[in-house]
């Protein structure tokens, strides 16, 4: 494993069902990595759950927030901790084991190996969403497909939301400026990161639906991610006209 401190951040709601196990599993796949649950002021108390789980396992701390404020605003409360505390790399992943924790040592690696943004995709060879009905499988392609020409960005998984990001590239993409949630969140985090210069990089992995728990996606977060991609390519293109138009002039 790279000598590299790792800090894993899992935002949580409700996922009393799932914490410990994930938090186990991480520990045994993943040993000297430290993990911060955000938790949104859950009513079923898996904040205290998790906090019964860092007694046991160690290196884990747990994030109290007064209510629910959004999987963004998780993250980046996550990010400023982690780089706040000094960590080379910050992983994001779900609690509800949707994300494999196996595969965190390769996000690892592919820092460590010059990658600026790791993105665990479903969507390049080797990648695979088991079980998916067809018409939520087309939306998220399609919805990549989208995102992928509107801001011509080389990436075809710009909505997972298992990655890693090296520090020092966070530390130059104005985090307190990213305002989108949920998978607009994910969108705007790879636009920033590859309007910055980061080297970003895919590996394939297995997407597998929560088996515990309620999904906390929504059509108001698909529509919010679609949105924001179009005003974001239009905005794109209108600066570049603006400035070809400024050479010739």
Not at 205 to 227: N, Q, Y
Request: glycine share 8%; hydrophobic share 40%.
């Amino acid at each position: 494993m790279p000598d590299l401190s790792v800090l894993i951040v899992i935002p949580t709601y409700q996922e009393a069902q799932n914490i410990d196990t994930v938090l186990t599993r991480i520990r045994t796949v993943i040993p000297q990595a430290t993990v911060l649950v955000v938790d949104d002021n859950s009513p079923d108390k898996t904040a205290d759950l998790a906090e019964k789980a860092a007694e046991k396992l160690g290196q884990i701390e747990v994030l109290r927030r007064p209510g629910k404020s959004g999987l963004g605003s998780a993250y980046r409360e996550g990010f400023e901790w982690g780089m706040q505390h000094h960590f080379d790399v910050l992983i994001e992943m779900d609690a509800d084991l949707s994300h494999n924790p196996d595969d965190l040592p390769r996000l690892v690696e592919g820092i460590d190996t010059g990658a600026d943004l790791v993105i665990g995709s479903r969507y390049v060879p080797g990648g695979a969403i088991p079980g998916w009905p067809a018409r939520r499988a087309l939306l998220s392609r399609y919805g990549n497909l989208y995102a992928r020409f509107m801001l011509r960005m080389k990436i075809n998984d710009a909505t997972s939301g298992f990655r890693a990001y090296r520090s020092s590239l966070l530390q130059r993409i104005t985090l307190h400026e990213v305002r989108a949630d949920g998978y607009g969140f994910q969108i705007e985090m790879a636009y920033r990161c590859t309007r910055s210069g980061g080297v970003l990089k895919e590996i394939p992995i297995t997407f597998i639906d929560r088996v515990e728990g309620v999904s906390k996606m929504s059509s108001r977060i698909i529509f919010e991610a679609l949105l924001l991609v179009t005003m974001w390519g239009v905005r794109d293109v209108v600066r570049k006209v603006a400035r070809v138009g400024a050479k010739r002039a």
